[in-house]
């Protein structure tokens, strides 16, 4: 079956370091991959869409500057959050699907505490 | 305004209990996925179904995608239910998935 690991689950890091976390797509290609935050108390924003063979595309209110993603092959992903402050904790998705159309699967999340 | 729209926005049920959930979305949806949230935030995908009724186990999901609206339907519930709910639709422009609020559900043993 398809799966996407995601690590670390949980981080905590002090108010202006950075951290970063990665994604592994497993029994498939993951063609493309989409990075969310949930922050408390709110949905899913959608951070930046990863398209094999395409640019990697951030949604308004988040750049690559602050949120700089990686896809290097169809089975990884990893996306650092620079500076962090106490606007960006929440919990941070991958999801991976392996073609349009098709489902997305996601990863369990990583959990980011800032102080 | 919301793209998707998810009610109820929280449901306490009787173990036993069937519930539906409404998802209703504006714009027209090429794919739509129901994902559970458990508490501890990780996200399963329960159902893909941009159209038509699906079922898998207890869950019934119905989509009438001309009047851009999905239900899950949840029957004989467990206290193993509990949790958040979230509606997903994909556009076709953009290749990307945007989620509903959620509907928070607790079923009481």
């Known amino acids: 079956g398809a799966l996407v690991y995601q690590y670390p689950r949980r981080t905590i890091c002090k108010s202006g370091t950075s951290m970063r976390m990665e994604c592994q797509a497993v029994?498939?290609?993951?063609?493309?991959v989409a990075w969310y935050r949930q922050s408390p108390q709110k949905t899913f924003e959608l951070i930046a869409l990863?398209?094999?063979?395409?640019?990697?595309?951030?949604e308004q209110n988040f750049t690559q500057e602050k949120f700089p993603i990686s896809h290097p092959n169809l089975s990884f992903s990893s996306m650092t959050v620079l500076n962090a402050y106490l606007e960006d904790r929440g919990l941070y998705l991958c999801?991976?699907?392996?073609?349009?159309?098709?489902?997305?699967?996601f990863g369990s999340g990583t959990r980011l505490l800032v102080i | 305004g919301q793209q998707v729209q998810q009610s109820p926005a929280s449901l306490v049920l009787q173990e036993g209990e069937n519930a539906e959930l409404q998802c209703n979305f504006s714009?027209?949806?090429?794919?739509l996925q129901w994902f559970y949230q458990s508490p501890g935030g990780s996200l399963v995908s329960l159902l893909s179904?941009?159209?038509g009724t699906k079922h898998t186990g207890r869950l019934t999901s119905t989509t009438v995608t001309k009047e851009r609206r999905s239900s899950l339907h949840i029957s004989s519930s467990q206290t193993t239910d509990s949790g958040t709910y979230l509606c997903a639709i994909d556009r076709g422009a953009g290749n990307k998935l945007t989620f509903g609020i959620g509907t928070r559900v607790l079923v009481r043993p």
């Open positions: 990863s398209t094999v063979n395409s640019a990697i595309k951030y």
């Open positions: 999801g991976a699907r392996r073609a349009p159309n098709s489902d997305y699967t």
């Open positions: 179904n941009p159209s």
């Open positions: 029994g498939f290609q993951a063609t493309s």
């Open positions: 714009s027209t949806a090429t794919q």
